[in-house]
Structure formats: C-alpha cells, structure tokens
Nanobody
Framework: QVQLVESGGGLVQAGGSLRLSCAAS????????IGWFRQAPGKEREFVAA????????LYADSVKGRFTISRDNAKITVNLQMNSLKPEDTAVYYC?????????????????WGQGTQVTVSS
C-alpha cells in the first residue's frame, strides 16, 4: 500500500514563501514520477508541477513557472515544492500524487495514488 502525506501548508501573505513536503511510504517510491496538484474552492483540481523518478525532468503549469520549484530526495522518500512569490490565487488545497509510471504528466488520470492534501492560504 502506498501512502502519501503532505505537510508544510499554512497562511502566508502575498509575496511570501512556503515549502510543501510529500512523504511517501513504500519501497517503490523512487521508481515513479511524483506530481503536485491543487484545488481551489469551487474549482476543479489542476496540475501544478511534476518530477521524474530521478529528478532529471520537471514539468510546471504556466501559472507557477519561475515561482515554484519541485525537487525530490529518494533517500528520504520525499518530494518538496518550494513556492515563492505567492499570490492570493495560489490559495488552494495542495495534493501530491504518485504516477502510474516514471514519466511526468499533467493530467490526473496519469496518477495512481493521492495524499489527503494540505491547505495553502495566501492573503492579500
């Protein structure tokens, strides 16, 4: 059973930074791509960023490029999302997810396991 647990969410002012972490259980973590998604109130869940199993390839949504950075530490079985220059529109519940395979992808259907999410609130 694969379990993913997000942490690091909170309340921050616009322009500030937060670092989200996704901790995973299971020995197969290092073989799969990991993604971050978010869902704002009243909106559908959307892709944020993803990283391949070895960290060699990353993928970002246009809305976060240049502000967010995804990274992973397979030894610690964690994936981090560094979020800088936060905007009120970044307010959402952020989810990490493990892909079915090793390639990055921006669609939910490509992800097999999901965490419970962590709330990020950016005040103006």
């Amino acid at each position: 059973q694969v379990q993913l647990v997000e942490s690091g969410g909170g309340l921050v002012q616009a322009g500030g930074s937060l670092r989200l972490s996704c901790a995973a259980s299971g020995r197969t973590f290092s073989s799969y791509a990991i993604g971050w998604f978010r869902q704002a109130p009243g909106k559908e869940r959307e892709f944020v960023a993803a990283i391949t199993w070895n960290g060699g390839i990353t993928l970002y949504a246009d809305s976060v490029k240049g502000r967010f950075t995804i990274s992973r530490d397979n030894a610690k079985i964690t994936v981090n999302l560094q979020m800088n220059s936060l905007k009120p529109e970044d307010t959402a519940v952020y989810y990490c997810a493990r892909a079915w395979g090793s390639e990055v992808a921006g669609t939910e259907a490509r992800y097999a396991y999901w965490g419970q999410g962590t709330q990020v609130t950016v005040s103006s």
